[in-house]
Every structure is written in structure tokens, then in C-alpha cells.
């Protein structure tokens, strides 16, 4: 089992890779999400913890949503997240850039 420590950096590099994605500074989406900069610079380093609330607001700003799933199924949720190269083992569900979930 992952220390809560790797947890929250696991989330802080999900958050970073997301904003630069989307093209995004720090001071923009902790704007977006009602929290200031330096409280959301400690969350994507993965050096705080933060609250539920907290996170939805930043994944909102991000255009993620927040989702809890049994730990069981936590590996297949990544094997369907992270296709193997084969056009025939691509998920069967990738969010299109409209959100909907359609392909």
C-alpha cells in the first residue's frame, strides 16, 4: 500500500500535468478554484493535503472531476486508461474533448 505522502504527490503531478496541458498558470487555476496561489502550489508539489472540496473545485478548474472508486478496481480502471498500442486494445471509453464520453 502507497504511504499518503505518494498519494498526494501522485495527485500533484496529475494536477500539474493537467493545467500545463490546458495551458493554464498556478495563479489561474487557483483563481478558478477560489483558493490562493501559494495553497495550490503546495497541493500539485504533493507537500499538502487538501480538502475534498478543495480538490473538486481545482479538478473543475481543470475540467476533471473527482471520482471514488473500491480499491479493488482500481486496476482495472488503469488497464482501461492506459491502451497497450494495439489498435484492438485501445479502452472502450475515452472522454472526447467535449466531455460526453462519446468517441
Given at each position: ?35 490562493s496561489r ?33 480499491q479493488a ?31
Amino acid at each position: 500500500m502507497r504511504s499518503d505522502s505518494e498519494v498526494l504527490q501522485e495527485i500533484g503531478r496529475l494536477l500539474k500535468t493537467s493545467r500545463k496541458t490546458l495551458g493554464l498558470t498556478q495563479e489561474q487555476v487557483a483563481g478558478m478554484a477560489g483558493i490562493s496561489r501559494p495553497r495550490y502550489r503546495e497541493i500539485e508539489a504533493g507537500a499538502s493535503a487538501a480538502r475534498t472540496t478543495t480538490l473538486i473545485n481545482i479538478g473543475r478548474a481543470l475540467g476533471l472531476e473527482l471520482m471514488l472508486i473500491p480499491q479493488a478496481m482500481v486496476p482495472a480502471v488503469q488497464a482501461l486508461l492506459q491502451p497497450g498500442g494495439a489498435e484492438d486494445d485501445l479502452p472502450a471509453f475515452v472522454a472526447s474533448p467535449d466531455g460526453d464520453g462519446n468517441v
